[in-house]
Each structure stands twice: as C-alpha cells, then as structure tokens.
C-alpha cells in the first residue's frame, strides 16, 4: 500500500504535467533523429547497417538515460534543499527502502515513457529496430541504473548549482561518448575500453545487439550488476538521511 502512494504520487505529478512532459521528451531526440536519420540517413554505412539504424538505438538509451536520472535526481534534490518536503518522508510510515524502490521505479517508467514516445517516431525513419525481450530487458535495466544515480546524486549533492555540474561533466559527456553517434572502435584503445565499462555503452550496445547478429548477454550482466550495486546504495544513503 505505502509502494503504491509513492507511485500514485509520480503518476499525479505526470498527469498534470503530460503535455510539457511529452513535448520535453520529444524535442531534443527529434532534432537528432531528423539530423542523423533524414541528414545523413542511409548515406552511410556502419558495418552491415545503415547510419539511422546504428544511431536510432543509441538516441534512444541516451533519452532514457536523461529523463529517468533527471525526473529523480532534480526532484529529490529540490525536495531536500528547497522544498524541504523530504524531511516529511523522515516521519512518515514508511520505510526507506520502500520509498528508495518506489521512487526509483517512478523513474524508471517515466524513462521507459520517453524511450517509448521515441520509439513511436523512429518508425517514420524505416528503422528496423529488433523489438524482442531482450531489447525491452535492457530498455528497463538502463533506466533503473540511471534512476538510481539520480537518486544517489538527488541525495548527496547539497546544492542546484552542483547539479548543474554532475549534468555537465557526467551526464552529458556519457551522452555523446558512450557509443551513441559513433562507433568505439573508432576511438584510441585505451580510452575507448574506459567507457566500455559505463552503463550507458552497455545499454547502447545490448539495444543494438540485434542489428548486426545475435545479441549478447554481457550486457545485461553488466547493467544488472550496476543496478544491484546502486539500489543497494541508494537505499542505505536513504536510511542515513532518516
């Protein structure tokens, strides 16, 4: 019932908030997509696969990545600086890890909800994008990691200014360096096993998986043991705060 009420919570506030919601999802994804897909669209060749097939995967994760990290890391940090909501869930009867699970979930499905509008549009791009379990197990593993960090950030992070930070040095960089636009191979060895080890490549490539051959299991290993090991801190960091 208290997992619930903090779920019923999110869908309230997204609710009232679907139009701005949807339009903020879309605008971004929709200008790559019309830059890479219509711009340079079957012009070029990565591998065996056209360009907008390569990049569709990628714009998608990387959406998914941004709304389920910011919808948790902006609201918890705004409710404990700002707000000063937080300090009610202190009191309230409810456990921490209750909470940390729901609030995490909430996040994670508004991702899925922007991965999905996305998905919807790419199909006006002819992208033949492989919609198996696989593909959607990794869609979800991607946005639990991530609105986990925003959790983790959400909680540790004292001011707006810092946030500002996180978005610009880690999330952004993630963003554009983690296999989105291009392929790794093409960047020096050393660098490019550095971001192999990041959740967004591993989310990147197990969505693109099945494009060039049969898809592989490493990366819901890695995504599931980076969302293991997050949750786990995200619900002690809670029960700190408490």
Not at 106 to 125: N, P, V
């Amino acid at each position: 019932m208290k997992f619930r009420a903090v779920i019923w919570k999110e869908w309230v506030i997204f609710r009232n908030k679907f139009i701005s919601t949807t339009l903020g999802a879309l605008v971004g994804p929709l200008l790559y997509l019309i830059s890479f897909g219509w711009g340079l669209g079957n012009t070029v060749q990565v591998g065996d696969i056209s360009y907008t097939a390569f990049v569709i995967p990628g714009i998608i994760a990387m959406n998914s990545m941004s709304s389920s990290y910011g919808v948790v890391a902006n609201d918890i940090n705004i409710s404990r600086i700002y707000g000063k909501t937080f300090e009610a869930l202190m009191v309230a009867p409810i456990q921490m890890r209750t909470f940390t699970v729901a609030r995490i979930i909430a996040g994670a499905l508004r991702g899925l909800y922007s991965a999905g509008l996305i998905l919807a549009i790419s199909f006006l791009f002819q992208s033949d994008l492989p919609l198996d379990w696989y593909f959607f197990l990794v869609l979800t593993l991607n946005c639990l990691v991530f609105a986990s960090i925003g959790f983790i950030v959400g909680i540790l992070i004292d001011s707006h200014g810092d946030m500002a930070k996180v978005q610009n040095f880690v999330i952004t960089p993630m963003s554009f360096l983690c296999g989105t636009f291009f392929p790794l191979e093409r960047l020096p060895k050393g660098v490019g096993f550095a971001f192999e080890m990041l959740p967004l490549t591993q989310a990147v490539k197990g969505l693109r998986g099945g494009l060039s051959g049969p898809s592989s299991w490493i990366s819901l290993v890695v995504l599931s043991g980076y969302f293991v090991v997050l949750l786990f801190v995200s619900i002690q960091l809670c029960k700190r705060a408490e």
